[in-house]
């Protein structure tokens, strides 16, 4: 007879190989040339890794220094293995995230379903509660690999997933012993909730959302002295958070207090509509049904026992997540929907234990979330109707050609102590991408220095940044973020960008101080690069015309309500 411990070793194996294998293929896919967040994670790990290869000291004095920054290198160094192992490649990178991070993320969801799902698969008796530790925690653990936004926050380069993994295991903690009668409970859930918002400082939010949803749980009329008790067991949780955050990054912990992130980062909040229905795309309407069909039937079938809380302290949990990511955060970018994913597996599976007839109801869900994930991760057209999830294939571009042959030639032509300046700032194209194009081709032997162009509205004038350029990069027809793409910031806050633009397309008068050179280079969707030498500087009649030009588009643009 097989016995238990074989049987999971089976299926922790089988998890594995089901990571490996789709990660491997999915990135494997790719081909292009990675920009902006895509990039920027994974050419951070490559600098940390660099720096331990050179000295292992001087990694852990890098390490140490970028805590007092808005974004640290602590998650870096579980990856380090897998980077020096497999040379910095972008595999090795993304591998390194999902066994670290994303594997533990699943057995998390797979230890809280073991806490709070019924034993039998085929009946449950409302009053009573078994929870089956060893069946729904492989079911929540391989239905988690089922869901598309589990994924492709991971595949493009986002580490945050270890942050929702920690974030999963203090919830665990929780579910344990909700009372917080121990106190080594207590402080394991704090550290656990500290080094999440460490580990990238949005997860303060889920933080929030977990410790509002244990204490609205666990309110009691009748037992009001304990919800009072537990209500000091929970600051004393989030007290040990903070000790844990400020004494591992006091600045940073500081800095996070007092900053207005807020006004900061408005350029990125969307919509409410526009934040709701890119949640609704990305996870498919049926999942959510199910998911959300999944909270309430739990609680309402379990009103009698001691697993109610729990289920409730899950819906509570979920529904304050979805209120501060559409009401608050309103954040299009993938990696915030890891703030809702985990409540919408615990939802999908709470689906499955509220049936009659589970065997059947897991087939069924377990079926429609393979195809739900299988078109998640494919390449399927975008669709008017979600009840799938929208498609998030591999970025494949088919002019990595000619993107490096223009990136070949910009080296010919100019030299290191030239500037460039870059009008396009999309996601079909912009100056990261030639960036991180040289990076791919020549390594440490790059030397086109690229200006930092302004691409998005705020209080740098881009004539300053023009004034410095040898070379302009003019990318037609007019490059910025559309509505649907994925790195997304909110509709009419790159007028910088289209001033610039409208600059040398209707030959202001600056521009006559650039000649244009006669080679262009085309890329996909019919963009078309050309480039312009500076052959005299800027006079200062020009200069304040330009500046008080660019004023004046500035103004009409930001009055024009269409995007």
């Known amino acids: 007879m097989i016995s ?8 922790f194996l089988t998890l594995v190989t089901v990571i490996v294998t789709v990660t491997t293929m999915y990135v494997s896919q790719e081909n292009t040339f990675y920009w902006w967040d895509y990039a920027d994670y994974h050419n951070y790990a490559i600098l940390v890794t660099d720096t331990f290869r050179s000295s292992v000291g001087e990694g852990w ?9 808005q974004k640290n290198a602590l998650h870096v160094v579980p990856l380090l293995p897998f980077l020096i192992i497999g040379g910095n490649s972008r595999l090795a990178y993304i591998l390194g995230i999902a066994l670290t991070y994303f594997l533990p993320f699943s057995l998390a969801m797979g230890a809280i379903a073991s806490s709070i799902v019924p034993t039998s698969i085929d009946r ?11 069946l729904s925690f492989w079911i929540a653990a391989f239905l988690t690999l089922l869901v598309p936004l589990s994924w492709v926050p991971l ?5 945050d997933v270890g942050g929702v993994m920690l974030l999963g295991w203090a919830s665990w903690l929780y579910l344990r012993n909700p009372r917080l009668s121990k106190i080594w409970q207590i402080v394991a859930m704090g550290s656990l909730l500290g080094l999440s918002i460490l580990f990238r400082r949005h997860f303060a939010y889920g933080a929030i959302s977990i410790l509002v949803a244990a204490w609205l749980s666990q309110f009691s009329v009748k037992a009001w002295q304990q919800w009072l008790t537990l209500s000091l067991r929970l600051a004393a949780v989030a007290l040990v958070s903070f000790v844990v955050l400020a004494g591992v990054a006091w600045e940073f912990t500081i800095r996070a207090m007092t900053t ?3 006004s900061r980062y408005a350029v990125w909040s969307l919509p409410v509509s526009d934040i709701f229905w890119r949640i609704v795309s990305g996870y498919g309407w049926g999942f959510l049904i199910v998911a959300l069909a999944g909270w309430i039937l739990q609680i309402w079938h379990l009103q009698n026992s001691e697993n109610y809380r729990n289920w409730l302290f899950v819906a509570i949990a979920g529904t304050v997540a979805m209120a501060i990511s559409i009401l608050k955060l309103r954040y299009g970018n993938l990696h915030y929907t890891l703030h809702l994913t985990p409540w919408f597996v615990l939802g999908c599976i709470g689906w499955i234990g509220a049936m009659q007839r589970r065997r059947l109801v897991l087939s069924l869900t377990g079926l429609y979330l393979f195809v739900n994930c299988s078109l998640g991760l494919g390449d399927v057209p975008q669709r008017s109707i ?6 998030h294939p591999p970025i494949e571009r088919h002019d990595t050609i000619d993107l490096r042959r223009s990136i070949d030639r910009f080296r010919e032509l100019t030299t290191p102590e030239d500037s460039i300046f870059v009008i396009g700032a999309s996601n079909e194209f912009n100056a990261l991408m030639l960036m991180d194009g040289e990076f791919e081709m020549y390594g440490d032997d790059r030397r086109l220095n690229f200006l930092p162009v302004p691409i998005l509205d705020g209080n740098i004038s881009p004539v300053d940044t023009l004034l410095l350029a040898d070379w302009v990069v003019l990318a037609t027809p007019l490059q910025v973020i559309q509505p649907g793409d994925e790195q997304i910031v909110r509709s009419n806050s790159q007028n910088v960008v289209k001033v610039m633009f409208e600059a040398f397309s209707e030959n202001w008068e600056i521009t ?4 244009k050179i006669p080679e262009s280079f085309q890329l996909d969707n019919g963009v078309v690069l050309s480039l312009y030498q500076r052959i005299r500087e800027t006079s200062e009649k020009v200069e304040e015309q330009t500046r008080s030009s660019v004023r004046a588009t500035l103004d009409f643009l930001k009055s024009d309500d269409s995007p």
């Open 260 to 262: 207005d992130y807020v």
């Open 155 to 159: 595949l493009r380069g986002y580490p």
């Open 4 to 11: 238990r411990r074989s049987i999971d070793g089976v299926l």
């Open 386 to 391: 979600f009840f799938f999830a929208k498609s």
């Open 512 to 515: 006559r101080d650039f000649q």
């Open 61 to 69: 004095k890098f390490v140490r220094e970028t805590l007092t920054q």
């Open 124 to 134: 449950c008796d409302k009053n009573v509660l078994q929870p089956a530790s060893q």
